[in-house]
């Protein structure tokens, strides 16, 4: 009797499936499993079915860790028992989704989302945009999806989904929502008048992040994303004669407007006396009130630095300026409640510090090796500038040059099948993924590399496995094509047939692994022509 062939038919549920001559005569059949990684043999749940011409056997994996396992099914013929071996994959964590980074609200209807697969081993991936099934493309070089898509107004809930083929189903959701309105300064006037010592706009912006203003202001409230609500502020510089606002929604999108301002009179005034710059870290600024106030705050850079308390006579005080724009405000309260600020910029520019350093004849050695140093310099590049010179001449002249190449015997940067040594009780194929490739996500084509191959009695008497460089996995991802891991698996059996000391043809492993020959080259599934070439302990391998 034979394997016919393994298949994944549903969730934790392998097809074994055996045909042969004497099916009817079968009285008995256990099925074991062993783990290459943990080198524990199983006994699994099964269900067997006899028909005329085969018999079904359906392993549940339920309760088997994710690895490769070498089968064995012992059938009994009375007291006569036979055996048969092959490989099997379990996998039965379902494969993982990652979205890459993207803005919660956008304002362009077209958006790419990206993310990252822990598993290249997908046998169906799509996506539902607000229940709008849509295609996902798969780049299994950089093990992510891309899905290209537009956006409605609103908010739109993203969905991927998808199935390995374990017939492991996973999915992953964000939310983006996508505002395309631009926010509205719903002020009828273009000129902002002073009501109670504060100025105010009105915004209709259901998202709105910030508010800015062309020049300084104060005391704005919280800023909140509900439409029609009104801002209301102050301006220090009773000078300003117009303003331009600008509003941000967190989309992106701005509006702005230019609004005339208009000041009640005032019953009071501050006079700020200061230079416009300082090359003085602490200078002295002189301040005048000007009418009957109640208390005097001092601001640098918008930060309150010293309660005034002389309210009425002129006085000085001194401040500690920060390199660059210094901006020093007075907020004075008056008795009436009106408010009254004052501000002016300071620029401070540090002096420069110089250094003067003396050269005494103790150091003089110091300089004869400098100057050494640069004729040493300045003599080589002559001699280069020499060496061009001459080239130029020459070429000039129609004369050719011989170049001298020097060749390497290294193949470390051809594509190649690798011996990799490893070690079952604490090694698995995705530590080794990790360690030729820096991925732990390639480990499922090993599976595929070592599918009824005697990949279990070479890990047993060599200690090392065989695997592909990094460029050759390179090469095989940039072609599309990862029906040519199972292909390779012949070089693969080729070679642990040499190494475990039974060898065999490669025409005669092609046969037996079902892997198709043309005139001595592997042909994969795709197409590819796959030929190979021995060289020390790694195996050189060429794809057309």
Request: overall charge positive.
């Amino acid at each position: 009797m034979t394997i016919r062939k393994i298949e994944y038919v549903s969730k934790n549920n392998i097809l074994v499936d055996l045909q042969g001559n004497r099916i009817q005569s079968v009285k008995n059949i256990d099925v074991f499993l062993t783990s290459i990684n943990l080198g524990r043999t199983l006994k699994p749940p099964k269900e067997t079915r006899v028909q005329k011409d085969k018999i079904e056997i359906l392993i549940n994996t339920t309760n088997l860790s994710d690895d490769i396992y070498s089968l064995t099914v012992d059938y009994f013929y009375g007291n006569e028992k036979e055996s048969l071996r092959g490989i099997l994959v379990i996998k039965n964590k379902p494969p993982t989704i990652s979205f890459s980074s993207i803005p919660l609200f956008q304002n362009q209807r077209k958006v790419e989302i990206t993310g990252r697969l822990d598993s290249l081993n997908i046998n169906e991936i799509f996506a539902l945009v607000n229940n709008r099934r849509e295609i996902v493309s798969l780049d299994r070089v950089q093990s992510r999806f891309i899905l290209s898509t537009i956006l409605t107004e609103g908010t739109n809930n993203i969905s991927v989904f998808l199935k390995d083929s374990f017939n492991n189903i996973n999915s992953n959701q964000i939310m983006i929502i996508l505002d395309t309105t631009l926010p509205e300064i719903t002020s009828k006037e273009n000129t902002i008048v002073e009501s109670n010592r504060r100025f105010s706009i009105t915004v209709k912006e259901s998202y709105l992040q910030r508010i800015v203003f062309s020049e300084m202001i104060s005391n704005l409230q919280e800023i909140k994303s509900n439409d029609l609500t009104t801002y209301f502020f102050s301006i220090p510089n009773r000078n300003l004669k117009n303003i331009k606002v600008i509003v941000y929604d967190r989309a992106g999108n701005s509006t702005s407007r230019d609004f005339d301002i208009k000041f009640e009179k005032e019953d009071g005034d501050i006079l700020i006396t200061a230079p416009q710059k300082s090359e003085k870290e602490d200078i002295k600024i002189d301040i005048t009130p000007q009418g009957n106030f109640r208390r005097l705050t001092l601001y640098l850079q918008g930060i309150p630095i010293a309660l005034l308390e002389n309210l009425s006579k002129p006085f000085s005080t001194n401040i500690q300026l920060q390199p660059g724009r210094n901006i020093i405000r007075v907020e004075g309260f008056l008795q009436t409640g009106q408010v009254i600020n004052r501000s002016i910029t300071i620029e401070y520019i540090p002096k420069a510090d110089y250094q003067t350093e003396i050269t005494t004849p103790h150091n003089q050695g110091d300089i004869y090796r400098e100057l050494s140093k640069l004729k040493r310099e300045n003599e080589e590049l002559k001699r280069k500038i020499q060496e061009l010179e001459d080239t130029i001449r020459k070429l000039s002249e129609g004369k050719t040059f011989e170049r001298v190449i020097v060749k390497t015997d290294s193949v470390e940067n051809i594509p190649s099948l690798i011996r990799v040594d490893y070690d079952p009780t604490f090694d698995n194929f995705a530590k080794i993924s990790k360690r030729l490739y820096g991925s732990e996500s390639f480990s499922i084509y090993f599976y595929y590399l070592y599918e009824n191959t005697k990949i279990t009695e070479l890990v047993s008497q060599k200690g090392f496995i065989i695997a592909p460089n990094k460029k050759l996995l390179d090469l095989i991802l940039k072609t599309g094509d990862i029906t040519m891991f199972s292909s390779l698996s012949g070089i693969v059996e080729w070679w642990i047939s040499r190494e475990i000391k039974q060898p065999e043809s490669i025409q005669s492993i092609a046969k037996r692994l079902g892997i198709k020959l043309s005139n001595g080259r592997i042909i994969s599934e795709g197409g590819k022509s796959i030929t190979f070439s021995p060289k020390e302990k790694q195996i050189l391998v060429y794809i057309q």
